[in-house]
């Protein structure tokens, strides 16, 4: 006897032949493979006559194309959409269909197919697709559905109306969980279907008993707010909405954190109809989201702009690949002690044929929203390889070329088998390539990471961990990370020469990267300072546009050809001069200083600002810094302490002209400074102590 498990196939066909209700399994590209005959009957075509054609051939031409560009985002996220179409009989008469589509998987989890169910609405309003409550409750979560929702704004207006109170208003907030995807994809459907449960109570929880709040898609919610709330009271709403979302939640042993992208349009400022008015709630959430997310906004036209615009973006990158409008360029890797060229990262562009070049960060978030991540990844590692293959013939010149993988592409189980593909097809070594996977990625499931990681280590391809630092990372599990490189975030590097907290951080990292045998490159690197700082630490690579911005592929080659390295100065030569810097925001008392102090010997600097002084300092080996106390933006006291944390071996001289003794007396203290001249000074009191700074003398 046949399990329940192992049903015949026979009897499969016959539960989609026999069913009442009509059937249609497309493709992924949405295009017809089988329509059942409750379906064919009810539509008038044959089966020759649909099958290979797109569903919109039942199309009336009457149901709104922002229906269809919601149903695409959501199958396309993994989600279940229905919804309610109007379509056409091939006789031509039109009539209403309740309709359910539903993403197919295959065993590694990627979407090959989708399977709609539709049923005939004879009442012309919602109705029950499969019995039961589904046709105003969301199942999951026992919230009211976007049906129930619709009509309970409809009653509103009507009653506003009927009571003669046409300017009472209400409110539409609309709340989608950001990168709902990678939680999925991370930790399964059953977890995040938990964690929808818990967003929806934590909403339930923020509301009065009048306002309903609606589960109306996969990951999103709706909130309709009664008695003309004022723009202050949603505002702070949404901004405690946005904390109770954010705050973990513990699902099946993990701690599950997700934040929100939540839009909100006002009845009856934005709109006096209830459509619209969900439309404008969703295009000032759009807003949110195409901006990266976690936030608020109100609907103003703008938005709306800003939300078609992401609905532009999903679309075009549905095919962006067969339009072959995506390019990539190139950052160098550059080795710090030789200044030599060692690598290189690739950076997709996107050629948008409305908007023009489109950089990473404005259309990678829409992939990875819309799950169209993969397909782009993928057109990238083969991009490069072959970009590699043609530097090869053209110099001979074969340098690695790092890729950024996203959570999902990393978690394909068809990973490895598609880079040893790639490999093979362009004849290049696996170590011309270097994967790079975000510390957070690698933190959602360190086991599978593990598992991930000596797959691809096995091929031969280099691994490196990016934006090190940003995430909360165990150093047991890295310890265990096969990886070659460690990237050092831009976060850090930004204010290296002048945060002694980040510099104190930078400099830990590479120590404990170089213990653990990998390469650190610091990402970011905008200044001769920075650069230098590095070195100093003994970070090995840099990258940023210090040394080159992102360049076309011709425009690498020429670097080839001319053998451009990097020139830094050299630590000796700096050691060998004693060197001064004078700071001070007023020109002629810089010029004084150095009139009074030019036959001393000394190499003297000149700032005109604690920033401008603190990347010389990271620039030069300075032995003594004199500066002014009272400066805007930042205070001899302020830079003097700075320069203490990080270059300890300085002396400091402040010079100030006001009694600030508290101040002065404190800093002198706690060995921010060593000596305190008064303004005006003496010029030969002032030219011994420097010397006496400068000999190591108290």
Same mark, same amino acid.
């Given at each position: 006897?046949?399990?329940?498990?192992?049903?015949?196939?026979?009897?499969?066909?016959?539960?989609?032949?026999?069913?009442?209700?009509?059937?249609?399994?497309? $493709?992924?590209?949405?295009?017809?493979?089988?329509?059942?005959?409750?379906?064919?009957?009810?539509?008038?075509?044959?089966?020759?006559?649909?099958?290979?054609?797109?569903?919109?051939?039942?199309?009336?031409?009457?149901?709104?194309?922002?229906?269809?560009?919601?149903?695409?985002?959501?199958?396309?996220?993994?989600?279940?959409?229905?919804?309610?179409?109007?379509?056409?009989?091939?006789?031509?008469?039109?009539?209403?269909?309740?309709?359910?589509?539903?993403?197919?998987?295959?065993?590694?989890?990627?979407?090959?197919?989708?399977?709609?169910?539709?049923?005939?609405?004879? &009442?012309?309003?919602?109705?029950?697709?499969?019995?039961?409550?589904?046709?105003?409750?969301?199942?999951?979560?026992?919230?009211?559905?976007?049906?129930?929702?619709?009509?309970?704004?409809?009653?509103?207006?009507?009653?506003?109306?009927?009571?003669?109170?046409?300017?009472?208003?209400?409110? @539409?907030?609309?709340?989608?969980? $950001?990168? =709902?995807?990678?939680?999925?994809?991370?930790?399964?459907?059953?977890?995040?279907?938990? #964690? #929808?449960?818990?967003?929806?109570?934590? #909403? %339930?929880?923020?509301?009065?008993?009048?306002?309903?709040?609606?589960?109306?898609?996969?990951?999103?919610?709706?909130?309709?707010?009664?008695? $003309?709330?004022?723009?202050?009271?949603?505002?702070?709403?949404?901004?405690?909405?946005?904390?109770?979302?954010?705050?973990?939640?513990?699902?099946?042993?993990?701690?599950?954190?997700?934040?929100?992208?939540?839009?909100?349009?006002? =009845?009856?400022?934005?709109?006096?109809?209830?459509?619209?008015?969900?439309?404008?709630?969703?295009?000032?959430?759009?807003?949110?989201?195409?901006?990266?997310?976690?936030?608020?906004?109100?609907?103003?036209?703008?938005?709306?702009?800003?939300?078609?615009?992401?609905?532009?973006?999903?679309?075009?990158?549905?095919?962006?690949?067969?339009?072959?409008?995506?390019?990539?360029?190139?950052?160098?890797?550059?080795?710090? *002690?030789?200044?030599?060229?060692?690598?290189?990262?690739?950076?997709?562009?996107?050629?948008?044929?409305?908007?023009?070049?489109?950089?990473?960060?404005?259309?990678?978030?829409?992939?990875? &929203?819309?799950?169209?991540?993969?397909?782009?990844?993928?057109?990238?590692?083969?991009?490069?390889?072959?970009?590699?293959?043609?530097?090869? *013939?053209?110099?001979?010149?074969?340098?690695?070329?790092?890729?950024?993988?996203?959570?999902?592409?990393?978690?394909?189980?068809?990973?490895?088998?598609?880079?040893?593909?790639?490999?093979?097809?362009?004849?290049?070594?696996?170590?011309?390539?270097?994967?790079?996977?975000?510390?957070?990625?690698? @933190?959602?499931?360190?086991?599978?990471?593990?598992?991930?990681?000596?797959?691809?280590?096995?091929?031969?391809?280099?691994?490196?961990?990016? $934006?090190?630092?940003?995430?909360?990372?165990?150093?047991?599990?890295?310890?265990?990370?096969?990886?070659?490189?460690?990237?050092?975030?831009?976060?850090?590097?930004?204010?290296?020469?002048?945060?002694?907290?980040?510099?104190?951080?930078?400099?830990?990292?590479?120590?404990?990267?170089? %213990?653990?045998? %990998?390469? !650190?490159?610091?990402?970011?690197? &905008?200044?001769?300072?920075?650069?230098?700082?590095?070195?100093?630490?003994?970070?090995?690579?840099?990258?940023?546009?210090? =040394?080159?911005?992102?360049?076309?592929?011709?425009?690498?080659?020429?670097?080839?050809?001319?053998?451009?390295?990097?020139?830094?100065?050299?630590?000796? &030569?700096?050691?060998?001069?004693?060197?001064?810097?004078?700071?001070?925001?007023?020109?002629?008392?810089?010029?004084?200083? *150095?009139?009074?102090?030019?036959?001393?010997?000394?190499?003297?600097?000149?700032?005109?600002?604690?920033?401008?002084?603190?990347?010389?300092?990271?620039?030069?080996?300075?032995?003594?810094?004199?500066?002014?106390?009272?400066?805007?933006?930042?205070?001899?006291?302020?830079?003097?302490?700075?320069?203490?944390? #990080?270059?300890?071996?300085?002396?400091?001289?402040?010079?100030?002209?006001?009694?600030?003794?508290? !101040?002065?007396?404190?800093?002198?203290?706690?060995?921010?400074?060593? %000596? =305190?001249?008064?303004?005006?000074?003496?010029?030969?009191?002032? *030219?011994?102590?420097?010397?006496?700074?400068?000999?190591?003398?108290?």
């Amino acid at each position: 006897m046949n399990s329940p498990s192992a049903l015949p196939e026979h009897l499969f066909r016959l539960m989609i032949e026999q069913n009442s209700v009509g059937i249609v399994l497309t $493709d992924r590209e949405g295009l017809i493979l089988h329509v059942n005959p409750r379906q064919l009957k009810a539509s008038g075509y044959t089966l020759d006559e649909v099958v290979g054609k797109n569903p919109r051939i039942f199309s009336a031409g009457e149901t709104p194309a922002k229906l269809y560009e919601e149903m695409w985002t959501t199958i396309l996220a993994g989600n279940i959409w229905h919804g309610d179409i109007i379509n056409q009989r091939k006789n031509g008469e039109t009539y209403r269909e309740l309709v359910r589509i539903s993403p197919i998987r295959d065993d590694v989890g990627e979407i090959t197919h989708f399977f709609a169910i539709k049923e005939e609405n004879l &009442e012309g309003n919602v109705t029950n697709l499969l019995g039961g409550s589904l046709a105003t409750v969301d199942p999951l979560t026992g919230l009211p559905n976007r049906a129930m929702l619709l009509n309970r704004v409809h009653a509103t207006i009507q009653d506003a109306q009927a009571a003669g109170q046409q300017g009472s208003g209400f409110a @539409m907030l609309v709340v989608d969980l $950001d990168r =709902f995807r990678t939680i999925n994809d991370a930790y399964g459907h059953l977890a995040g279907d938990e #964690l #929808l449960r818990r967003v929806a109570a934590r #909403l %339930k929880e923020a509301v009065r008993q009048t306002d309903t709040v609606a589960r109306t898609d996969g990951n999103e919610f709706c909130l309709l707010l009664l008695g $003309d709330p004022s723009q202050t009271l949603l505002e702070d709403l949404a901004r405690r909405l946005l904390s109770a979302i954010a705050t973990p939640v513990e699902v099946r042993d993990q701690h599950l954190s997700v934040t929100a992208s939540i839009g909100i349009a006002r =009845f009856p400022l934005d709109t006096r109809d209830a459509e619209t008015l969900l439309q404008r709630a969703f295009s000032a959430m759009g807003a949110v989201k195409s901006s990266g997310g976690d936030g608020l906004r109100f609907y103003v036209p703008q938005a709306e702009q800003q939300a078609l615009e992401f609905t532009d973006l999903t679309e075009g990158l549905r095919d962006v690949v067969q339009r072959n409008e995506l390019i990539l360029h190139y950052q160098p890797r550059v080795d710090l *002690k030789t200044g030599n060229i060692v690598g290189l990262e690739a950076l997709v562009r996107w050629q948008h044929p409305r908007y023009g070049m489109i950089a990473p960060g404005r259309f990678i978030p829409v992939a990875e &929203e819309t799950g169209l991540i993969v397909n782009l990844s993928q057109w990238v590692i083969r991009a490069a390889l072959e970009q590699q293959r043609a530097w090869r *013939k053209e110099s001979d010149t074969l340098l690695p070329v790092g890729v950024n993988l996203s959570l999902r592409h990393f978690r394909s189980g068809d990973l490895p088998n598609f880079i040893e593909q790639a490999l093979a097809e362009t004849g290049l070594p696996a170590n011309c390539l270097e994967l790079e996977i975000s510390e957070s990625t690698m @933190m959602r499931d360190p086991t599978q990471a593990f598992v991930m990681v000596d797959r691809i280590r096995a091929l031969g391809v280099r691994l490196a961990l990016d $934006d090190f630092g940003t995430g909360l990372s165990s150093l047991s599990y890295l310890s265990r990370l096969t990886v070659d490189a460690v990237k050092i975030d831009q976060t850090f590097v930004r204010d290296l020469t002048s945060n002694p907290t980040n510099a104190s951080i930078v400099a830990a990292i590479i120590a404990m990267a170089h %213990k653990l045998g %990998k390469r !650190t490159v610091a990402v970011g690197v &905008e200044t001769e300072g920075q650069a230098l700082q590095l070195r100093r630490h003994d970070c090995d690579e840099m990258q940023g546009y210090y =040394f080159s911005r992102p360049l076309p592929p011709d425009e690498v080659a020429a670097l080839f050809l001319t053998n451009r390295n990097l020139a830094l100065k050299g630590e000796e &030569e700096a050691e060998t001069s004693r060197t001064l810097l004078l700071v001070d925001d007023e020109p002629n008392i810089l010029n004084s200083l *150095k009139r009074l102090l030019r036959r001393d010997g000394y190499r003297v600097l000149t700032a005109g600002s604690g920033a401008e002084a603190l990347e010389l300092l990271a620039a030069n080996s300075v032995q003594v810094i004199v500066s002014d106390h009272r400066m805007p933006e930042m205070s001899g006291v302020d830079l003097l302490s700075r320069a203490r944390d #990080l270059y300890p071996h300085t002396r400091r001289i402040i010079l100030s002209g006001y009694s600030d003794i508290g !101040t002065l007396t404190e800093a002198i203290n706690r060995g921010a400074v060593w %000596k =305190f001249i008064s303004k005006p000074w003496e010029d030969e009191a002032l *030219k011994l102590e420097i010397k006496a700074a400068f000999e190591g003398r108290a």
